[in-house]
């Protein structure tokens, strides 16, 4: 099956630092998801890519579709507090059943 | 109101007896997952389930399996539990139609249910 590898791992940051995390893929994807799950929540969309090349932006965060659609990346502006939780992509190929494959997830923590 | 709602948040068991998880979606969409996620955090599909087609991930223990009595729910029925099924498990919804500007492919996830078997 297809493989996400997510890195990095875990990032322990500054407040206001800038944050970068990335997902790659061994398949094409046609859509790329970042979620963002807190302590006992589910996973919460940030942002939806579903063109290669696309940018998108959501408030301090932006996401990037890579051209070859193996790969997208996830930046955060000015890190905050409440950036802290596990951040996920996930892939997807948009065949039957449309499940998502989701990568191992970045651990964020914030210093105040 | 709660879109993709599950019960029980917690669930504590001993090995071998028999539990469900119940799950439903108030969002009109016709695509509903579980998804488990282990210690590592690590998040695994389980199935995906539409009124037309189940899909099972073919790694999950046939003492699995989903039940759905209508669009709206879809519940986890677990058979002779063991350890290694102790992790968090979450439901999910999607619309699989309409192309991206409708949001579709994009899944909306419940809280969680912790299970425990002891």
């Known amino acids: 099956g297809q493989q996400l590898n997510q890195s990095p791992q875990s990032m322990f940051i500054q407040e206001g630092e800038d944050v970068s995390m990335n997902c790659t893929s061994s398949s094409i994807f046609n859509t790329w998801l970042w979620y963002k799950q807190d302590p006992g929540e589910g996973p919460v969309l940030l942002i939806a890519?579903?063109?290669?090349?696309e940018l998108t932006s959501n408030g301090r965060l932006t996401a990037q579709f890579g051209i070859t659609r193996k790969d997208s990346f996830l930046n955060i502006s000015a890190s905050i507090p409440s950036d802290v939780g596990i951040y996920f992509c996930a892939g997807q190929l948009g065949n039957a059943g449309n499940m998502l494959t989701f990568g191992g997830g970045t651990r964020l923590m914030v210093k105040p | 109101d709660t879109a993709v709602s599950q019960t029980p948040k917690y669930l504590v068991t001993q090995m071998g007896n028999d539990k469900s998880i119940k799950c439903e979606q108030n969002l009109g969409h016709d695509t509903m997952y579980w998804y488990k996620q282990d210690s590592k955090k690590f998040l695994k599909i389980m199935f995906s389930?539409?009124?037309?087609?189940?899909?099972i991930n073919e790694t999950v223990p046939n003492r699995f399996s989903p039940k759905s009595p209508d669009k709206a729910h879809l519940n986890l029925h677990i058979n002779s539990l063991e350890l290694g099924d102790s992790a968090v498990y979450f439901c999910?919804?999607?619309?699989?139609?309409?192309?991206?500007?409708?949001?579709?492919?994009?899944?909306?996830f419940g809280a969680g249910s912790r299970l425990t078997v002891l």
């Open positions: 890519l579903y063109k290669a090349g």
């Open positions: 389930y539409n009124n037309k087609e189940l899909i």
């Open positions: 999910a919804s999607s619309v699989t139609s309409g192309g991206p500007i409708s949001g579709a492919n994009v899944l909306t």
